[in-house]
């Protein structure tokens, strides 16, 4: 893509250089009179599926960038657009791009604002588009980054004495939300997102992430850092990155408690490819040591007992199956390191992690014992008195390492999930094996640690499965089944009741911020029954911000609420009997007819999922289609997946099941799990659109069974209105009306006799039927 700047006062006769892209992302400079008085001109190469020129740009003083996406063409042409500039603009004399330019991601950004016409005519210049190779290169330079300076000083410590270092996200236990003392990504970055990995050698820094941040990312790093967009064509993994930039022979460190062992036995062999090495580093993780006494303190809170008739199964009854399943597998133990896996065994719910109930805790369950290793200044009697009931004994939480090494002196066959447990644990049983089968002479009859085992062994070996846990865990019972309808009905009033508060503090013209309105649906959805805790951090996203994925609004950051523009809420709570996690858009004027195509395009992705009906055994993956085909129609879709699975009273991202187009998870959809049904589209740097609900899967009634097969469907616990001005009737079936009218009519039912006065009201006139004209 070409744009050329032109502000000129009238007479302006000179010629100026302009360049141009080619098809490759080159630029090509040439020769070209351009003398257009308060004009700017854009001109494009296309190609197959790349994007146009649009009609009009809609100019954004306050935003960073504004994104030109619209509709795809068939054939290669060239397109030149003139457009008006407004004398308040200011622009760089470059554009950038998050993708090469035939992906037809193009951006603009505004350098300055000025209203002196004079100063903006004497800086008339090329502006040129850029391939996303050079996008560092013309961001301003921030002041060095003491925090890369002081860590790659300690590269070369005694007993570190490192190339590069690699910071996940994630703590101990891969948790997706961590305490505040472990994010250390976040520290070392200043990036916030829930997911991302940083790099960082001697001269460079890097950090990936996916689509869902990449806006974020772009706000929220300094020009220290190199954005690497995970997925996009071209942009190499960390792996190619690091045998790229480094020399042959480099030693790589982590920490091996922050890498499950899977990932770092694929780092491990991906990096030996340039003959690097994968450094260990047990005892000290590096930004700790440069975080200092700045750092958070680990959280302390206690531990309580999940209540029964929430839980709908003890605790020994969960342990006894469990342990049936490690006879099946010739397993005398297994280690479980998951953080929800761990609660909802023991029936415990704690509040180490934001938004999840969980404490920090690993577990061994052996055939007549169960270990708990966790800080006991968080155990209060009645959780001790659960414990001994259950047969738990209590152990430090930092004991771990040396309870692997015991048991594997013991010749203890252990379960392992090295998806999940980490990278020091699976590391520290191995070398404890060695050193038995040293010990006991039996060097040249060595076990072989195995993934199948059928029968217990002379010596240790490890049993590499799955959890058993996370499927037993997904498959919800009736009184958790219950408790989650409870709590979302609840749910649902104080939903109702934010809704009527914030259109008619709109309508009255207040000046609103994405946080204050954060804070609001937080202040009703507290005084609700149950209630412990927001699920994740509220996704409260006026216009452009809704089409930051997971966009967190900041105090003093964020944009006032805009009612002339699409708003974007996604939040859920945390209560005693269940997890929520809902979203809705609306429009507070009048949506364009753009805005409308796009939220009813998404609206039927949400109804196909939603009536969906499939054989058993189906892996979500199978389903994904359904939510998108209705925007695929028209050259649309979104990037993200469409549904995760939701713990009952646990984790609001929960496995193994999900709906997503990545079709490498082949768990089944089985009777009693949960997921978000909860298409998208997102149009950067204009608006954003989601409809969420949960669903759990349920069996139906169908006249045949081909093969015998159970068919299974979908059960809403999410009633909450869908706003209706946002619909486009004439693009919806009768069938499609249908549904729509049907689920008003469930939500007026189930919700209303919780509510009164207003939000009552409000409830009413938002689930009338639709039809069309």
């Not at 854009?42 to 994104?67: A, C, D, F, Q, R």
């Not at 404490?359 to 270990?371: G, N, Q, S």
């Not at 949960?694 to 097969?709: A, D």
């Amino acid at each position: 893509m070409k744009a050329v700047g032109s502000n000129k006062r009238k007479g302006c006769e000179s010629d100026r250089e302009t360049e141009e892209v080619g098809d490759d992302g080159s630029i090509e400079g040439r020769k070209k009179r351009q003398c257009r008085n308060g004009f700017i001109r854009l001109s494009m190469v296309y190609g197959p599926g790349m994007n146009t020129l649009p009609k009009e740009l809609p100019w954004m003083s306050h935003t960073p960038g504004i994104l030109l996406h619209p509709p795809p063409v068939d054939t290669k042409t060239v397109q030149h657009m003139l457009y008006p500039l407004p004398p308040t603009i200011q622009f760089q004399s470059n554009l950038y791009s998050t993708e090469t330019p035939a992906a037809g991601h193009d951006f603009m950004r505004v350098l300055s604002t000025s209203s002196d016409e004079d100063s903006i005519s004497k800086n008339c210049t090329s502006i040129t588009a850029k391939p996303s190779s050079e996008f560092n290169r013309n961001r301003t330079q921030d002041a060095p980054d003491e925090k890369l300076r002081a860590l790659r000083e300690l590269f070369s410590r005694p007993g570190v004495n490192i190339d590069a270092y690699i910071i996940p996200s994630q703590d101990a236990h891969q948790s997706e939300f961590i305490a505040e003392c472990y994010m250390r990504r976040a520290y070392i970055s200043g990036f916030t997102g829930s997911a991302g990995t940083a790099v960082v050698t001697k001269d460079k820094a890097a950090l990936w992430t996916d689509g869902r941040y990449f806006l974020q990312a772009e706000k929220q790093l300094s020009s220290s850092w190199i954005l690497m967009r995970s997925g996009n064509h071209g942009v190499p993994t960390t792996f190619e990155w690091l045998n790229d930039v480094l020399a042959p022979g480099g030693r790589v460190g982590i920490d091996p408690f922050l890498f499950s062992s899977d990932a770092a036995e694929e780092l491990k062999e991906a990096i030996a490819k340039k003959n690097h090495e994968l450094v260990y580093l047990y005892d000290l993780n590096l930004v700790d040591v440069i975080w200092k006494e700045s750092r958070p303190k680990p959280p302390n809170k206690p531990i309580r007992v999940h209540a029964l008739k929430y839980a709908g199964l003890d605790v020994a009854s969960k342990l006894s199956s469990l342990r049936s399943d490690l006879v099946d597998a010739g397993s005398s133990a297994i280690v479980i390191s998951m953080l929800d896996e761990i609660a909802w065994l023991l029936n415990l719910r704690g509040s180490d992690v934001p938004h999840s109930p969980v404490m920090y805790a690993y577990l061994i369950v052996e055939m007549d014992r169960a270990k708990l290793f966790v800080d006991d200044s968080k155990v209060t009697p009645d959780v001790m008195d659960h414990l001994k009931n259950a047969g738990v004994e209590l152990r430090p939480y930092n004991s771990i390492l040396s309870e692997i090494k015991s048991l594997a002196a013991q010749g203890a066959q252990l379960w392992l999930d090295p998806s999940s447990v980490n990278a020091a644990i699976m590391n520290t049983y191995e070398i404890a094996i060695e050193k038995y089968l040293t010990s006991n002479n039996n060097k040249k009859s060595k076990t072989k640690m195995h993934t199948d085992t059928t029968g217990q062994s002379g010596g240790p070996a490890g049993v590499f499965r799955t959890s058993p846990i996370a499927f037993s865990k997904a498959v919800k019972n009736s009184a958790e089944l219950e408790g989650m309808l409870n709590s979302h009905l609840r749910d649902a009033a104080a939903l109702a009741q934010f809704w009527v508060w914030l259109e008619e503090e709109i309508h009255n013209g207040a000046k609103l911020t994405e946080v204050d309105v954060a804070d609001k649906l937080l202040e009703f959805r507290s005084k609700q029954s149950g209630f412990l805790d927001t699920s994740f951090d509220t996704i409260s996203g006026s216009g452009a911000n809704g089409a930051i994925i997971h966009y967190k609004p900041e105090p003093g950051k964020c944009s006032v609420v805009d009612s002339k523009k699409l708003f974007l809420l996604d939040s859920g709570a945390q209560y005693v009997d269940g997890t929520t996690d809902i979203t809705r858009t609306v429009h507070f004027g009048e949506p364009t007819a753009r805005e409308k195509e796009c939220f009813t395009r998404v609206l039927q992705g949400h109804i196909a999922l939603d009536q969906a009906i499939f054989p058993q055994s189906t892996p979500g993956f199978v389903l994904d289609a359904f939510a998108r085909s209705s925007l695929w129609k028209i050259g649309l879709d979104y990037r993200h997946g469409t549904g995760h699975g939701v713990g009952a009273a646990l984790n609001v991202h929960e496995g193994p099941q999900s709906i997503s187009f990545r079709y490498g998870n082949m768990t089944p959809l089985v009777e009693g799990m949960i997921v978000s049904n909860e298409p998208g589209y997102y149009e950067d740097h204009a608006f954003g659109i989601r409809i969420e609900n949960l669903l759990y899967v349920k069996e139906v009634g169908t006249p045949n069974r081909f093969g015998g097969v159970s068919y299974l469907g979908f059960e809403k616990l999410t009633f909450v209105p869908i706003q209706t001005k946002l619909v486009d009737l004439s693009l919806l079936s009768a069938a499609e009306i249908d549904w729509l009218n049907n689920y008003h009519s469930q939500v007026w039912e189930k919700v209303s006799p919780l509510l009164d006065g207003f939000a009552r009201q409000w409830l009413w006139n938002n689930t009338r039927p639709v039809a069309k004209d």
